[in-house]
């Protein structure tokens, strides 16, 4: 690239960032043993790439050159320590670091030991962002901004949330990984499966939110969307014989294939059962099949995961909301409540059974589920006993129901939606 062109440039340095940054964060890290120390050596390559690469042009390996810059500053710094702690340098290490470095700075090839070495990193630096100490919402936080490559501002417009709301998550979160000396290691054993939910589930609440809004006036955000998916896929990579992970990155696909036809031209939501779903993405729904199949063919039974994304294939496959396999999809949620019972699973069963056996039957199960405290303020809750009770034509009470899920949800979109479906009952 021109060094005339710095917009240009500029773009490639937050397109390459975007790529690279959890690379490069992991490798440090590996080297300093400290993930906030890693990611600000991180940035300090990126803040040198933004000086240098306007005016000199994009380097033939930007990547390489960024890793470079940041082992570099993590080098200096293990020396300032050494000679601050009064200790000689450890000839062995520095030389190890300088192989490093070296291996780095090669401009197009690197060997399949170091992409090894690579995809160990990734795998410490997911399952330290996600490490059970901190809250759900530090995790998320934490990972977009080590694995995602996104800046503090980012998230914080994805999540809704003032920046400096973000950034103290983010603070505190490093703060409270490097006080208890969390290790930069993946888990073995029974605690990996331990620490294996919680990476899932950070990486299932991004997508959630970016597939529906909490809030704001977006019906979806896309953008968090494929970030999740992004680190599902990475995962699956690294994981290759983990049921629930190729579960999870089912599942994703699967949904994801759905997002053109879930808003009407005018950016208005549009229900799973009025879908166009010719304008379903075909592709996404071969991968997500595809890693469906890969977790069915493990051994041992399907975890939570898996479970949902099987559910989500009978959507897939089938080519009419008619034709959908409702009482398979039932069934589907029969098990997933033996393995992971929850109101919301319930709400959901409910729904497949009405759609399977009547709405009268679903019904049933979603009056049975009026006092779970969980479902106390969840507007799906009023907003699919208002459905039900539409098709049982008992349009008053449908219409009370629509009106309260209104008032609960935080989605502008939504509630336009849900207040629409409610006015329709006065007809």
């Keep these: 690239m021109s060094p005339a062109d ?8 937050e397109a390459i960032w975007h790529l690279e940054a959890a690379r490069v964060i992991g490798r440090v890290a590996r080297l300093v043993r400290n993930v906030g120390l890693a990611e600000e050596f991180a940035q300090d390559a990126l803040v040198a790439a933004l000086e240098h690469w306007p005016a000199n042009g994009v380097p033939a390996n930007p990547a390489a050159w960024l890793m470079t810059a940041a082992k570099r500053r993590a080098l200096d710094h293990l020396r300032h320590e050494q000679v601050s702690a009064g200790k000689a340098v450890d000839i062995g290490r520095e030389l190890d670091f300088r192989h490093e470095v070296a291996a780095a700075e090669l401009a197009d090839q690197v060997d ?15 399952f330290t962002a996600c490490h059970p100490l901190l809250s759900p919402e530090a995790r998320c936080a934490l990972t977009l901004r080590l694995m995602g490559g996104l800046t503090t501002d980012e998230i914080a417009r994805a999540y809704l949330k003032p920046e400096p709301t973000i950034a103290q998550r983010i603070v505190r979160a ?6 208890a000396r969390v290790p930069f290691e993946v888990p073995h054993g029974a605690e990996l499966l331990r620490r294996q939910g919680p990476v899932l589930e950070v990486i299932y609440l991004i997508f959630n939110e970016g597939y529906a809004a909490t809030s704001g006036a977006d019906w979806m955000r896309p953008a968090l969307c494929e970030e999740a998916l992004r680190l599902g896929r990475v995962l699956a990579g690294l994981l290759p014989s983990e049921g629930e992970v190729l579960g999870l990155v089912a599942l994703m696909e699967i949904q994801a ?16 059962l009025e879908q166009d779903r010719s304008r379903w993405d075909r592709l996404l729904i071969r991968r997500g099949l595809a890693a469906l199949a890969q977790a069915e063919a493990l051994p041992g039974p399907l975890g939570p995961y898996a479970l949902q994304a099987a559910i989500a294939a009978c959507h897939a496959r089938a080519t009419s909301a008619e034709g959908t396999d409702w009482a398979r999809i039932a069934a589907l949620y029969d098990g997933l409540a033996e393995i992971a019972s929850s109101p919301v699973v319930s709400l959901n069963r409910a729904v497949a059974v009405a ?7 679903g019904l049933e ?7 779970e405290p969980g479902l106390r303020n969840y507007h799906l809750l ?11 034509d008992r349009p008053d009470e449908a219409r009370a129901e629509f009106e309260r899920a209104a008032r609960l949800t935080h989605n502008a979109r939504e509630r336009a939606l849900l207040l629409a479906r409610a006015g329709r009952c006065r007809v």
């Design 257 to 272: 294939s759905r997002f053109a036809a879930r808003t009407s031209p005018a950016g208005e939501p549009v229900l799973l």
């Design 365 to 371: 199960i979603v009056d049975g589920l009026l006092a």
């Design 6 to 13: 710095p917009s240009a440039a500029r773009r490639a340095i």
């Design 174 to 179: 490093k703060r409270t990984l490097a006080e």
């Design 382 to 392: 009023p907003s699919v006993r208002g459905d039900l009770l539409a098709r049982l």
């Design 355 to 361: 759609m399977a056996f009547g709405p009268a039957a």
């Design 112 to 126: 399949d030991r170091l992409d090894d070495e690579i995809g160990d990193d990734l795998l410490r630096l997911i």
